[in-house]
């Protein structure tokens, strides 16, 4: 699995690094920072989900979900096509097929038509993996607010060449005008 062996890696070296295991119901991740989510991302855009599907990944080794995802505002990459929409296929390690379960915890949920903030990079074939399990999707409720849900991640930051396990912060709940000023702002600054 080429386009998440990395992403594996890095979890993988978190925990052996800590020293500690991360509670069994949890994903290790370090918290990126708005900035540093904002700069590791190729694509972000704001976007209504659209319908999914299940089935076995390229090389067979795991069960992927994909779902279509309808760009509805651009913010960095992913520029709407001139004669209209862009469909982004998002790629996701996790779901049911032929009998068999598997998923990753700690990563976003998405739900058919709703309204999200949604932090991408590319991978094989043209479809898009999150950047950074939930901590890349804000969903938008009907009010227009953003937030993001971290449940299943165990979080840590680096700290004098360790990675600490801190405590899930308590995310703020935030305008999704607001919110998407402030990626473009960011991603402008380079």
């Not at 996701?92 to 309204?115: C, H, M």
């Not at 360790?162 to 305008?175: D, M, N, Q």
């Amino acid at each position: 699995m080429k386009r998440s062996s990395s992403a594996v890696l890095s979890l993988s070296a978190a925990v052996a690094l800590l020293g500690v295991g991360a509670p069994a119901d949890a994903t290790t991740a370090v918290l990126l920072s708005r900035e540093e989510l904002v700069h590791r991302s190729a694509t972000i855009a704001r976007v209504t989900v659209g319908p999914s599907y299940t089935t076995e990944s390229d090389d067979g080794r795991s069960i992927v979900t994909r779902t279509e995802l309808t760009v509805t505002q651009p913010l960095k990459g992913a520029e709407a096509d001139k004669g209209g929409t862009k469909v982004m296929l998002l790629e996701q390690i996790g779901g049911t097929y032929n009998g068999k379960t598997q998923r990753v915890l700690g990563d976003a949920k998405l739900s058919p038509g709703e309204d999200a903030l949604v932090f991408l990079r590319p991978g094989d074939k043209g479809r898009w993996h999150f950047t950074a399990l939930s901590l890349s999707v804000y969903h938008v409720d009907t009010k227009g607010l953003a937030r993001r849900s971290l449940e299943g991640l165990h979080l840590v930051r680096p700290s004098g060449g360790a990675l600490v396990p801190i405590k899930v912060p308590a995310e703020e709940v935030e305008p999704i005008e607001s919110l998407m000023t402030d990626v473009v702002r960011i991603a402008g600054a380079k």
